[in-house]
């Protein structure tokens, strides 16, 4: 077994401590980073790394100023998507898709002209409808969809048009937001249909901030005073589509850029 000698006083002694002038010429070692103390494990994040703070929520006279002010500039908006019944305007909002309503809009034309209500459509054939709206996204499966549903419309409803949710969602094709702008527009229902630019806009200005376009929906339907809904649709997507654009909000020209509670916007 090998025995620890420990130095003795003497030799202890003859360890001289370095002298000042030593001490400025040594570089000091390194410092190897210390293990974080508790202190700093439990100190606040880099400012980069924290959720950013909520903004405060809008108050009910704020919401009332922002619709008044739509209406004052808008008082009838209408949507972009042309047709001429409600049955055209069911087909052309599932055509919307994906698409702008510009896109559809030089489509649509040509093909109303043919069918203009489901016993043309059918009559027409998926064939001849692709063909028709061949220059819009995804026109395989909405030429089968519009097709699809011409035929539902004819067994189930007398051709008609329902004018409740549940039998629009059960047509193909035909999901929440097409029945929210049909309902709207083709039978005056408070409905607010949140598409692309709703979506941004409620989230942007804090109106209605929501992961999902059914929660923001739901929001607007809470927050929205009742006498504004009918067109709270179409002020948003409008402002949306021209003003609170997604790349560069033309926040000089807004007109609720005082309650808007973006961080970003410029005055
Ligand atoms: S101020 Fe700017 S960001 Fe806010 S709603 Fe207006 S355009 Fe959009």
Redesign the pocket.
Known sequence: MTRKTIPSKAKAKSIKRPTKAAKRATPKASKTPKAPSKASKTSKPAKSLQAPKQPKAWTPAEVEEAFRRFQAANPEPKGELQHTNAYTLLVAVVLSAQATDAGVNKATPALFVLADTPAKMVALGEDKVRDLIKTIGLFRTKAKNVVALSQRLLAEHDGQVPNNREALENLPGVGRKTANVVLNIAFGQPTIAVDTHIFR?SN??GLAPGKNPLEVELKLEQVVPPQYRRHAHHWLIL?GRY???ARR???P?????DL???P???A
């Open positions: 806009v942007r200005t402002h003003i609170c654009l909000p033309r926040c020209d807004c007109l609720i850029n808007c509670r973006w970003e916007k410029a």
